[in-house]
C-alpha cells in the first residue's frame, strides 16, 4: 500500500490533480503539514501506550513468551505499528517532496486508518486489562496452543521410533496386582540423552532369553506365578535421568544373575539415542512455565495469595488442557505423548512444595486440588485424576513429616476432601468410576503415609472414613474397593508388627478400624479385587522403593494380606464361593495351610473357617473335569 501510495503522490505532483478533485476536495494551503503533525501526535500516543503495556508484560503470567506474542496479536498492535509507520512516511515524503490536492486526500486516508486502529488497539488493551478472566483466557489459549503444536510435532518425528514394540511391552502399570513377584530394572545405558529410537529387534531378543529354565525355580509352585512381562518406562523424545529406569522384567520368580545381567545388556542395547546436543520438547517448554511457577512462589511468600490462587488455577488449566490434546493423539506415539503430558504435571509438583510457607498458603494448595479433582473427572482420563489426587497424597505426606501443629487441621480437611471426592457424583462425568475408585485408594494412601509418619491418630481418623465409605451400597463395587484397601492395610500392619518396624504401632483402635467385617463371600471378592489389580495406590512397592541399579526385589506382602484375610474371614461367617476355577481353589488351599494348628473347638471361628474351606476344596477335587 505504501508503494501504491508513493507512485500516485508522483504521478499527482507530476501531472496535477483531476478537476473533481480541485473543485470538490480542494484543501487549504498547509493542510497536508497539519495531517503530517497530528498523526504524529497519534502515532507518539499509541507508541506510549504499547510501552506502558510492555511494562505490565514483566509481570507474570504475561512474562511468558506465547503470553506476549497472543495478547499483542489480540490487540492488533502489529497492524497499528505497520500502519501508522508507513502512512507518517507517506505524510513526510507528501508534505516536503510531492504536494499536491489528491496527495492530501490519499495522506487523509492513511490518517483515518490510523487513527481507526490506534482506537481499536486502545479499546482492546483497556478491555483486556479491566478483565482478569479475559486476560487468563488468552494466556491459556496461547500456552495449550503453543505446548500441543510443540508436542504434536515432536510425536510425528518419534511417530515410527518405536515400530513394533506394541505387541511385546506393557507400556502403562496404572494397575498392581500381588502377581508381581520380582521386578529386575534395568538402567538407561546413558544420563542426559534424548531417546531417539527403542529397536524392537534387541526387545525381542531379550525377551526371547526368558525361558522357564533361566528363572530359579521355587520349591513349590507359587500360587502367584504370571508370565513374565517387560514394561517400558521411557519413551522415543525423552532425555534420560541418571540412574532413571529403562525396562522393568517382572517375572514370578528371581532371575539367575547370568539371565539377569544378559537381560540388561541386550535391552541397553535396544535404546538408540540422539546426538549429545539435542533438546527435548518439554525442555522447550520448561521456561515458558518456569514464569509461571515464579510467579506462583513469589505471590504465595509475599502474602498475595488470592493473586497466587488465580495464576495456582490458570496453571492447572493448561496442563489439564494439554494432558487432554496429548490423549485424543493415538499411534504409536500416545504412550510418549502421555508421558510428557505426566512430565508436565511436575509444573504442579515443583510448585506444591510451597505447601508448608504457612497454613493459609496450605490452603490455597488443597482447595486448588480439590478443584483440579473435580474437573479431571469430566475428561474421562483415569490417569489424569490420578494424577490430581496424587497431589493429595504429597501435600499430606509433606506437612505430616515437615509440618507443625498449625497444619493438623488442615491434615482433617485432606482426608474430608477426599472421602468427598470418593463419593462425588456426576451425571455428566465422562469417567465417574475413576473418581471413586480413585478416590478410595487415596485414602488407603493416606492411611499408610500417617503409619509412616508415625501418626497413629491421623492413620485411624482416615481409616474410619475409608471404613464408612459406600455404606449404604454393601453389594456394590465401590464397597468392595474399600473393603480391599482395609484388606491390604490389615496386611501392612501385620507386615510392619512381624518386621519389628518402627513405625509399627500396637493401637487396637486402628486395627480395629482397618478389620473388614463383612461376610465371607464379601472378604473373599476384596481379595479378588487386589489380586485383579488396584488403581492408584502402589502398594506392591511399599516394602522398598526398589533400586534402579538393576538388582531384583521380591514382595512378601502378598503373604500378610493372606494372613489377614484368614484373620478376618475367623472373625465373620457366611458362605464361601464355590470353587469354580483352579484359581480360586488354589486360593482355598493357600488359606487353609495359614489356619494356625490348634485342638477342635480352640477357636470356634477358625474351626468353622477350616470346615468351610475343607469343604469347598472337597467339592472341587470331586467334580468331573
Known sequence: MLLVSLVLLIVFHAAGDPA?????????????????????????????????????????????????????????ASWFVAVGLAANAAMAIESIWLPSATGVVITFAWFVATAVLLL????????????????????????????????GEIARRYAGASRGLE???????????????????VPVPQAGRVVRAIKAEGVREAIASLDPEGASAAPTPSPYEVAPQVL???????????????????????????????????????????????????????????????????????GALATAERALELLGQIVREVWMAELDRSGASRGASLARGSGLLESIVEVERDVLLSPQVAHVFITATTARAVEAAATGSGGYVEECLRSFTRQWSDILMHGGP????????????????????????????????????????????????NR?????????????????????????????????????????????????????????????????????????????????????????????????????????????????????????PTATDQETASQYERLLRLIPDAEPGADEGEDSLREGLEAELERWNAAPR
Not at 41 to 50: D, H, M, P, Q
Not at 408 to 422: E, K, T
Open 20 to 76: 473533481w478533485v480541485r473543485r470538490l476536495l480542494s484543501p487549504t494551503p498547509g493542510s497536508d503539514t497539519v495531517l503530517w503533525t497530528v498523526q504524529t501526535t497519534f502515532l507518539s500516543v499509541g507508541f506510549a501506550g504499547l510501552t506502558i503495556a510492555a511494562q505490565l508484560f514483566a509481570e507474570a503470567p504475561l512474562a511468558i513468551g506465547t503470553s506476549r506474542k497472543r495478547i499483542l496479536a489480540y490487540i492488533g
Open 120 to 151: 481499536v488497539s486502545t479499546s482492546r488493551l483497556t478491555h483486556l486489562f479491566g478483565h482478569p478472566s479475559r486476560l487468563d483466557e488468552v494466556v491459556r489459549t496461547s500456552l495449550v496452543e503453543t505446548l500441543s503444536n510443540r508436542f
Open 167 to 185: 505387541e511385546l511391552l506393557t507400556t502403562d502399570t496404572a494397575r498392581t496386582s500381588t502377581r508381581s513377584a520380582s521386578t529386575l530394572h
Open 232 to 302: 517400558l518406562d521411557v519413551h522415543p523424545g525423552d532425555r534420560t535421568l541418571l540412574g532413571a529406569t529403562a525396562f522393568r522384567v517382572v517375572t514370578p520368580n528371581r532371575l539367575h544373575d547370568g539371565t539377569a545381567g544378559r537381560m540388561v545388556q541386550l535391552l541397553q542395547s535396544s535404546i538408540e539415542l540422539e546426538a549429545p546436543e539435542a533438546v527435548t520438547a518439554y525442555e522447550e517448554t520448561q521456561h515458558e512455565i518456569a514464569t509461571l511457577q515464579d510467579a506462583i512462589g513469589s505471590n504465595l511468600r509475599s
Open 406 to 453: 498449625e497444619f493438623d487441621a488442615l491434615l482433617v480437611r485432606i482426608i474430608g476432601c477426599v472421602r468427598d471426592l470418593a463419593v462425588y457424583s456426576d451425571a455428566s462425568a465422562a469417567d465417574p468410576h475413576a473418581l471413586r475408585s480413585g478416590g478410595t485408594w487415596a485414602m488407603v494412601e493416606l492411611v499408610k503415609l500417617a503409619l509412616d509418619a
Open 456 to 576: 497413629p491418630d491421623l492413620a485411624e481418623i482416615a481409616a474410619e472414613e475409608l471404613r464408612r465409605l459406600f455404606e449404604r451400597q454393601p453389594d456394590g463395587p465401590a464397597r468392595a474397593e474399600v473393603r480391599a484397601g482395609l484388606l491390604v492395610l490389615s496386611g501392612w500392619l501385620r507386615y510392619l508388627a512381624d518386621t519389628h518396624d518402627e513405625r509399627y504401632t500396637a493401637d487396637a483402635g486402628l486395627a480395629a478400624a482397618l478389620t473388614p467385617d463383612e461376610s465371607w463371600r464379601d472378604i473373599c471378592a476384596a481379595r479378588d479385587v487386589v489380586e485383579g489389580g488396584t488403581p492408584f495406590s502402589r502398594w506392591d512397592r511399599w516394602e522398598t522403593n526398589g533400586s534402579d541399579s538393576g538388582t531384583v526385589e521380591s514382595s512378601v506382602l502378598p503373604g500378610f494380606i493372606d494372613l489377614a484375610q484368614v484373620t478376618v474371614l475367623a472373625g465373620s461367617s457366611g458362605r464361601l
